[in-house]
């Protein structure tokens, strides 16, 4: 009993150890200088995207976005996903409660054209460490995938091979190589884990939504 206990304390170390590792590896990239200064895939679009929330508060593409990105990658953003907006609202302190206005067709307005939810996972970091905000928030995220799939794999009875098992199926995969992408996969699988472990939990819940759903559908009826 004590070797296996002290077999699961020792794994669970490794685990950590590895975690911070990712985090602090990601932490401490210089990401313009390790892709010279030139984006891959959606890259500009989410590297762009989350400097707007950190700075600006606002996913609207104008002439100091641009600013912000050329001075660190000279070239500027390639392949930008933009679209023009008309009819949505947008903060106004001129409009009077509650500072809302309808966008009109005239106005020669920019935005970026991607799903906000990885950016504004992001924005915090790039607001406190700059563009390294970026790849330190994919590695908070491997992590927490990594540790979330070994407590899956602990609580099937892999006993001490989880933290192995987790490795295997975290790390030994295409998912590392995101860690210096802005883009949102590893985002992506780490939600994925978390339901896998919200179900673990609580298996029955989409039962329990049915039954919930269900019976507000007879009271309304009734």
Not at 20 to 45: M, Y
Not at 136 to 150: E, K, S
Not at 189 to 211: C, E, R, S
Request: proline share 5%; no cysteine.
């Amino acid at each position: 009993m004590r070797a296996e206990a002290a077999g699961r304390r020792a794994s669970r170390a490794a685990l950590l150890l590895v975690a911070a590792a990712i985090v602090a590896a990601t932490a401490a990239l210089d990401l313009p200088s390790a892709s010279n200064r030139e984006f891959w895939g959606d890259g500009a679009t989410y590297y762009s995207m989350a400097w707007s929330l950190a700075r600006d508060l606002d996913l609207r593409y104008e002439a100091r976005d641009l600013e912000r990105v050329r001075a660190e990658y000279p070239g500027g953003p390639q392949g930008l996903f933009l679209k023009k907006s008309a009819g949505g609202l947008t903060v106004d302190g001129a409009a009077g409660f509650p500072w809302l206005r309808r966008v009109r067709a005239d106005e020669p307005r920019l935005y970026y054209a991607k799903a906000f939810l990885y950016p504004l996972v992001a924005a915090p970091a790039v607001a406190l460490l700059g563009t390294r905000g970026l790849t330190a928030t994919n590695g908070v995220l491997l992590a927490a995938a990594l540790v979330l799939a070994a407590s899956i794999l602990r609580r099937r009875g892999f006993g001490s091979w989880a933290v192995a098992g987790a490795a295997v199926m975290v790390l030994l995969t295409v998912a590392p190589v995101y860690l210096v992408w802005p883009s949102p996969e590893i985002l992506g699988l780490t939600l994925a884990t978390i339901g896998m472990y919200g179900l673990l939990l609580k298996p029955d819940i989409f039962d329990q939504l049915h039954v919930a759903a269900h019976g507000e559908r007879l009271g309304g009826a009734v």
